[in-house]
């Protein structure tokens, strides 16, 4: 019996607020979760398909959620050469059924990011580093995905509190903008405690 022939990939782009990010968003599940590749050597040894893309002269990182990647490229090219070639890369190398990200690289960027997050909520600050994140989770995350990236809170430290952008919010010229006026606000009011927002360079 032959197997059943897997739906064509589906692809479409979606401009990011980084000029220098576009989401390509798939009708299939690429990873389950978070994945964010921006140096070469974790790509050469967790994902396959963001080492390919990697590979390509033009491509600076990868980033994977749930059925979307988001691609930032180098400076020098311009979308208008490149948008086309890369859409036909992932529609290509999906249908051929590459693999994405390799077992186990869940269980990598959780004891990598552990071993952060055990200092984040020590000390008598610890109750306040918790309120924030939850309010960072709840409030920031949905919307920074709808525009391919994510914000990850870091540490909390004598009223300033350190986050680190991802995916197209990486090196965004806006996010500098959405993290002082919109997340330092908000936080400023509901976490009195607070006093700024730093983004801090993964």
């Known amino acids: ?10 692809l479409y782009t979606e401009q990011t607020p980084n000029p ?14 978070i994945a964010d590749f921006k140096e070469a050597e974790l790509a050469a040894e967790w994902s396959p398909m963001a080492n390919s893309l990697m590979e390509l002269p033009y491509v600076k990182s990868v980033y994977f959620n749930n059925n979307y990647v988001t691609v930032t490229k180098e400076m020098n090219y ?13 529609k290509d190398y999906l249908e051929k059924g590459g693999t994405v990200i390799k077992d186990g690289f869940a ?9 952060d997050n055990a200092s984040q909520f020590a000390g008598e600050d610890g109750d306040i580093a918790r309120k924030i994140k939850e309010l960072i989770d709840t409030y920031v995350k949905p919307a920074v995905e709808m525009d391919g990236g994510n914000i ?7 009223g300033v509190v350190y986050v680190t952008m991802q995916g197209s919010c ?4 806006s996010s500098t903008v959405t993290l002082k006026a919109g997340i330092e606000g ?7 405690e607070v006093t700024e927002v730093v983004q801090e360079m993964a």
């Open 1 to 10: 019996m032959e197997a059943a022939v897997k739906s064509p990939v589906m």
């Open 20 to 33: 220098e990010a576009l989401k390509y968003v798939t009708n299939r599940l690429l990873y389950r979760g």
């Open 78 to 90: 311009d979308w208008a050469e490149i948008m086309l070639k890369l859409k036909e890369f992932i």
């Open 107 to 115: 269980e990598y960027w959780e004891e990598r990011t552990a071993a």
């Open 152 to 158: 990850e809170f870091k540490a909390y430290d004598k």
């Open 170 to 173: 990486s090196g965004c010229p």
């Open 186 to 192: 908000m936080l400023k009011r509901m976490v009195p």
